[in-house]
Structures are given as structure tokens and as C-alpha cells.
């Protein structure tokens, strides 16, 4: 009887398993379609002409739902599939999972690798999977640990190509190499928070550095909390950076878009910073916020007037963008109270 209730828990096992295994393959065919159509939408430059968005992770995750990160994925390949064929034509043949070719041309184009990765090896180097198979550059190696590898060998087989690779001493970076390298990425994560990573060269991390120390000195004493605890001076760096960048906000001479410089767009009406009971949220950059954040971001806002139709959702009427209160209308107020100012509620008109 125990042995024919291990038979029968057996074939129950392989049955699912043959189940599971052809829908693995169904969902990577599945991945290399959708691939396909990303890669020839995008190329034709269809995503910014017809749906607006000039990146491609933000399209993906607006028109289509993904996720985040399947949407993260399918854009890395479909910008970096000029630079790397190999590996693109492996994950649109569906040889490869898209996740693991994402890794990798992302590893070979943050470590400014293309070049060495087209290059031809002096004798082709034979597939660590199949011998038959000769790669003849770095990209075909990397290819093929993509198609037979799980994720975790395939992150040690590149680690092992690069460190090899910097071993003999090719990686000596110039300053014009150190320039092709540098990167910022910025992502934002599921909690709301957004994370930064960057590698910048010798020149571009001395300026940064300096302007940090300027602006956010070593924490005072005087600053510790009630347990005696100073502040992190990583805490005092984001401010400074948001600081740098609100700054950079109002700077007429900076770089503009469509007119406008680098700030962001509060949308409110005064009834709901009043705290009446409309139904409707201030909106930060089109996402709803609280009408507590909006009170304190229309602290320092221009504002922008505004008479809007909500049951047509139309605007009928602009107004000019106004400082409120303006210097003239402040000196007024403070030789009026020179104690100070009586805040009496939210600057009145909406915010735009």
C-alpha cells in the first residue's frame, strides 16, 4: 500500500511538473512577443509621436499595466538592442528569459564593456554547455550562460568575465572612458520613496562632494535630540540636494521644457485647502496628495489663478503666475506686525 501511494504521489508530481514546465514555456514565448512589439513600436519612435512618453519603462507601465519591473526589463533591452544583438536575438527567439538578458546588457552597458563585448577573441572559445558551440566575442559568451544558467550562475559567470577582464589590466579607464561610464539612476519604489544610485567621474564627484560640505556642515551639538542623538549627515545631504534642485526650479538662465524649468505642478482649489468637504484631493504632478502636504507646498508656490469647470473639465480662465504674498504686499504686512506674520489660512486662489 506505501508503495502504491508513493507511485500514485509520484506520477501526481510529474504531471504537475509537465504542466508547469509548458506554461514556463508558453510565458516565454508569451515574453518574447510582447518584446518584439516593444522593440518595433519604440523603434519607430510610435511612443513619444502617438502616446506622449519619451521613456519607455513609463510608457510600458501607463498603456500596458505591467509591473514595474517586467516593464523595467523590456525597456532595458529595447534601448540597449542596437548595442547588443546577440543577447537581444536570444530573448526574442524566447532561448533566453528576458529577465536574465535585462541583467546582462544592463551589466555590460553600466560597466562601459559594448566595445570589449563585440570584440573578437583570438581563438573562439567554446561553450561551457555545449563544446560544439564556438563564441567568437565576450556578448556570445554571455549569451549562451543566459540561455543554459539559472540567474544566481549567470551573475558569477559575468562577475568572473569582468574580474578576468580587469585582471590583465584592459579596464585602465582614461578620463574620456570615465565619462562614457557615468550614470544616475533614479527609480521610484513601492513605498513612495525614491532611491538614487550614481557612478560619476573624478571631476563631476569632487563638485558634488564640495557643494555638500558647503552646504550641509558636520551636524552642531546643538542639534541633538532628546537623546543626545545627532542628526545622520546623509539626512542633511537629501535636503541639500533638494535644495540644489528647488533651486535650480527658479533659476530663469536653467535648462526649460516645453518652457518650463525643473518644478513640479500642485494642482488645488481653495475650497478643498480650506478643509471643506469637496471630494476632490490636491494633485502633486497629477497624483492625488493630502491636503496637508498641499498646505505646506503652496507655502512656497506660484501660483497660477485659475477658473476651472469640473463638470466639463475645462479651464475658462488663466491668470498670470503670482508670488503670494509679492515683496510689496509682505513689507506691507510686516511693518503692519512687526512681531510677525498671523497666518490665518491657505493663500486664497488656486494653485496650478
Known amino acids: 500500500m506505501r508503495q502504491r501511494a508513493r507511485n500514485d504521489r509520484a506520477a501526481e508530481a510529474a504531471a504537475a511538473r509537465s504542466r508547469l514546465e509548458g506554461l514556463a514555456s508558453q510565458a516565454r514565448a508569451l515574453e518574447a512577443c510582447i518584446l518584439v512589439e516593444v522593440i518595433e513600436y519604440t523603434r519607430a519612435g510610435l511612443h513619444r509621436e502617438f502616446d506622449g512618453y519619451s521613456g519607455l519603462r513609463d510608457w510600458i507601465v501607463s498603456c500596458f499595466d505591467f509591473n ?146 558647503t552646504a550641509t556642515p558636520p551636524p552642531r551639538q546643538g542639534r541633538a535630540d532628546a537623546d543626545g542623538v545627532l542628526p545622520a549627515q546623509a539626512n542633511d545631504h537629501a535636503e541639500a540636494l533638494h535644495q540644489l534642485l528647488a533651486t535650480a526650479g527658479t533659476d530663469p538662465r536653467v535648462a526649460t521644457r516645453h518652457g518650463h524649468t525643473a518644478t513640479l505642478s500642485l494642482t488645488a482649489d481653495v475650497e478643498t485647502l480650506r478643509g471643506e468637504a469637496t471630494g476632490r484631493l490636491p494633485r502633486l504632478e497629477s497624483e492625488p496628495i493630502s491636503v496637508e502636504k498641499a498646505r505646506l507646498l503652496a507655502c512656497e508656490a506660484g501660483v497660477v489663478p485659475m477658473v476651472f469647470d469640473y463638470t466639463t473639465g475645462e479651464v475658462i480662465e488663466q491668470s498670470r503666475e503670482l508670488r503670494l504674498p509679492n515683496v510689496a504686499l509682505r513689507r506691507k504686512l510686516e511693518a503692519e506686525q512687526p512681531a510677525g506674520l498671523l497666518v490665518r489660512g491657505p493663500p486664497s486662489g488656486p494653485l496650478v
Open 68 to 213: 514595474y519591473a517586467q516593464a523595467g526589463q523590456y525597456a532595458r533591452i529595447a534601448r540597449l538592442a542596437p548595442k547588443f544583438r546577440h543577447l537581444t536575438d536570444a530573448a526574442l527567439a524566447g532561448r533566453a528569459r528576458v529577465d536574465a538578458v535585462a541583467y546582462a546588457v544592463r551589466q555590460l552597458d553600466v560597466t562601459g564593456l559594448r566595445v570589449w563585448a563585440r570584440s573578437h577573441y583570438p581563438e573562439p572559445v567554446p561553450s561551457p554547455y555545449d563544446p560544439s558551440v564556438l563564441c567568437r566575442t565576450p556578448e556570445e559568451l554571455v549569451t549562451e550562460h543566459c540561455v543554459h544558467s539559472s540567474f544566481t550562475e549567470l551573475k558569477d559567470a559575468i562577475a568572473q568575465m569582468l574580474a578576468e577582464r580587469e585582471s590583465r589590466q584592459d579596464a585602465m579607464l582614461d578620463e574620456l572612458a570615465q565619462e562614457t561610464l557615468q550614470r544616475v539612476d533614479l527609480w521610484r519604489q513601492d513605498d513612495g520613496m525614491w532611491a538614487l544610485g550614481a557612478t560619476l567621474t573624478d571631476q563631476t564627484g569632487r563638485l558634488l562632494d564640495n557643494y555638500l560640505k
